[in-house]
């Protein structure tokens, strides 16, 4: 069976940083998408964003993109999403999540069919 565990969430003040991890067993040759999303209480779950693992590629949603860089680790088989100047809507539960074999990255849940327990973020004001 395949699994994804993240590392690294926690609380911080507005503005401020974090880094999550993933690490996941996959090979750097090989087509394969990992992608992070969030989910808010009372809210669905929310892609943010993704990183081919074989041409790294990397794609974000626009509410962070230049504030979030995704990056990998291959020798290690790591993912790391850094959080720069996180808001209060930044607050989540961030999961991890993969689509093996994929040659594009999906937005949508139902594309990942590996994902991790999750990481509470929160971004106080």
């Known amino acids: 069976q395949l699994h994804l565990t993240e590392s690294g969430g926690g609380s911080v003040r507005a503005g401020g940083s974090l880094r999550l991890s993933c690490v996941h067993p996959?090979?750097?040759?090989?087509?394969?998408?990992i992608s992070w999303f969030r989910q808010a209480p009372g809210r669905d779950r929310e892609w943010v964003a993704s990183i081919m693992l074989d041409d790294n590629k990397i794609y974000y949603v626009g509410s962070v993109r230049g504030r979030f860089a995704l990056s990998q680790e291959p020798a290690k088989k790591m993912v790391y999403l850094q959080m720069n100047s996180l808001k209060p809507e930044d607050t989540a539960t961030y999961y991890c999540?993969?689509?093996?074999?994929?040659?594009?990255?999906?937005?949508?849940?139902?594309?990942?069919?590996?994902w991790g327990r999750g990481a509470q973020v929160t971004g106080s004001s």
């Open positions: 999540a993969a689509d093996p074999g994929a040659w594009i990255c999906g937005i949508e849940t139902k594309y990942y069919t590996v």
């Open positions: 996959f090979d750097t040759g090989a087509s394969n998408c």
